[in-house]
Nanobody, 115 residues
Framework: QVQLMESGGGLAQPGGSLRLSCAASVGGFSLYDMGWYRQAPGKQRELVATIRNGGRTNYADSVKGRFTISRDNAKNTVYLQMNSLKPEDTAVYYC?????????WGQGTQVTVSS
């Protein structure tokens, strides 16, 4: 069964850091475009960052310079390093994997930024 399993969420103070991981149990992981999205209470799900199968990255303006997406194809894992966290980063963060024929989502991990 194909799965995306997020981990690393939790509570952080403003200005703090968290690192999210998404382990994918898919064949051909290196061929997938991977992404992180988030959904805050009462808001629509929004893109945070993506990394193409060739390594090109893209970020939402709100996280540029603070978040870094990366992938380790040998471990079938994508990461999101989040620094200088702000209360407005509070949301459920979802991992996404896209190929020509698949669009996969994880169940999400909660990130709360509060003092």
């Amino acid at each position: 069964q194909v799965q995306l399993m997020e981990s690393g969420g939790g509570l952080a103070q403003p200005g703090g850091s968290l690192r999210l991981s998404c382990a994918a149990s898919v064949g051909g992981f290196s061929l997938y475009d991977m992404g992180w999205y988030r959904q805050a209470p009462g808001k629509q799900r929004e893109l945070v960052a993506t990394i193409r199968n060739g390594g090109r990255t893209n970020y939402a303006d709100s996280v540029k310079g603070r978040f870094t997406i990366s992938r380790d194809n040998a471990k079938n894992t994508v990461y999101l390093q989040m620094n200088s966290l702000k209360p407005e980063d509070t949301a459920v963060y979802y991992c996404n994997a896209q190929s020509v024929v698949r669009d996969l989502w994880g169940q999400g991990t909660q990130v709360t930024v509060s003092s």
